[in-house]
Nanobody
Framework: VQLQASGGGLVQAGGSLRLSCAAS????????MSWYRQAPGKQRDLVAT???????TYINSVKGRFTISRDSAKNTGYLQMNSLKPEDTAVYYC????????????????WGQGTQVTISS
């Protein structure tokens, strides 16, 4: 299984970006999909998660600005980021909990390669 993250870039404060995370390989289903971010010199932090049923959770600092979504038919997750701030600058990583074979009860965790998001003030 591979996760391909894309959509990062350089935008001015107040702008928007949409990140995508496409999963490929042997996949029966994907449980939770999540986005994390890691700023320089800091640990990698969870930003948002979406469950199989579409329930979403966010860290407080992005609530009302970021929206996580998924297209299960395409095995793809998204992170719409609006009203971006300089403190959102980080490398963003997607994570997916994947059931590769229907007879495997426990999901396996896979990470994307990261996409750089830079917000200028």
């Amino acid at each position: 299984v591979q996760l391909q993250a894309s959509g990062g870039g350089l935008v001015q404060a107040g702008g928007s970006l949409r990140l995508s995370c496409a999963a490929s390989g042997t996949i029966t289903s994907i449980k939770n999909m999540s986005w994390y971010r890691q700023a320089p010199g800091k640990q990698r932090d969870l930003v948002a998660t979406i469950s199989t049923g579409g329930e979403t959770t966010y860290i407080n600092s992005v609530k009302g600005r970021f929206t996580i979504s998924r297209d299960s038919a395409k095995n793809t997750g998204y992170l719409q980021m609006n009203s971006l701030k300089p403190e959102d600058t980080a490398v963003y990583y997607c994570k997916a909990d994947v059931i590769r074979r229907y007879w495997l009860a426990d999901p396996e965790t896979y990470w994307g390669q990261g996409t750089q998001v830079t917000i200028s003030s």
